[in-house]
């Protein structure tokens, strides 16, 4: 029981994500807000968040007025991105350069370890957000496209449609290392119908272009998000 004149409560809001998140209070609801394109990594650095005063709100309870502090905790990881703009796939942007805010849950984002990646981002209050963990890695081919290797929803399997992938040929001799992996993750991650294994590395051999793997995400998350 308190003895105060004033009853001060603490009210802590978790914001815990998970890696299929549709509820991204982030991401911008209009289709307007979305741009999409190929990017290759300038930099990619943690930047904590920043610091926001927090206001008490007075409400009324049982007649006598109560203050509500709101503390809010971030679970996720702050980092800004910055790209050069090798393709515009979708939505409005004219610089050669793009920067961007980007949340995770799991530290260094999956996508910079990538030099070129088909990526999404969202316009909210006049900054860029990046669509959580929307990324495919990409490679140019020889018909001078972009295009990622493997099964089209690699990344989507709730969302998974009849979009096929189709056999194409990289300029680069792309595979994956799969040194960290053992034989059960190698075979979910890597099957053989989209990869071809040889000592130790994975190479692709089929892939899908990005005008594609942007409708998959249309039909698929950004649809679940409320952007399309």
């Known amino acids: 029981m ?10 802590i809001i978790a914001l815990l994500t998970v890696l ?29 968040e ?19 502090e709101t503390i809010t ?3 996720d990881s702050r980092y800004l991105a910055k790209y050069k703009v090798l393709q515009l796939v979708y939505g409005t942007y004219k610089e050669d350069t793009i920067e961007f805010i980007v949340y995770d849950h799991y530290g260094q984002p999956g996508f910079s370890k990538y030099k070129t990646v088909l990526l999404f981002v969202s316009k909210l209050k006049g900054r860029l957000y990046h669509e959580k963990y929307q990324y495919f890695d990409v490679y140019k081919t020889t018909d001078n496209r972009w295009a990622s290797p493997g099964d089209p929803y690699k990344f989507d ?3 998974k449609k009849e ?12 595979f994956y290392d799969l040194q960290q992996y ?14 071809r294994i040889s000592q130790k590395k ?13 409708t998959v995400k249309k039909e698929g998350v950004l649809k679940a998000r409320g952007i399309f």
Not at 184 to 194: G, M, N, S, T, V
């Open 202 to 214: 994975a190479y692709p051999l089929v892939g899908t272009y990005i005008e594609d793997l942007f």
């Open 50 to 68: 920043e610091k926001k005063e927090e206001l008490p709100d007075t409400v009324i309870r049982n007649g006598k007025k109560v203050v509500m």
């Open 20 to 48: 299929f998140s549709v509820t991204y209070t982030v991401g911008q609801t209009q289709k307007d807000s979305l741009i999409v394109f190929v990017g290759e990594i300038i930099e990619v650095k943690y930047s904590p």
């Open 157 to 159: 399997s709730y969302h």
């Open 182 to 195: 053992d034989k059960d993750r190698i075979k979910a991650l890597f099957p053989q119908e989209y990869y």
């Open 163 to 174: 979009l096929k992938p189709q056999k194409i040929k990289f300029k680069e001799n792309v």
């Open 73 to 75: 905790i971030s679970m």
């Open 2 to 11: 308190y003895y105060c004149k004033k009853l001060i409560k603490i009210k």
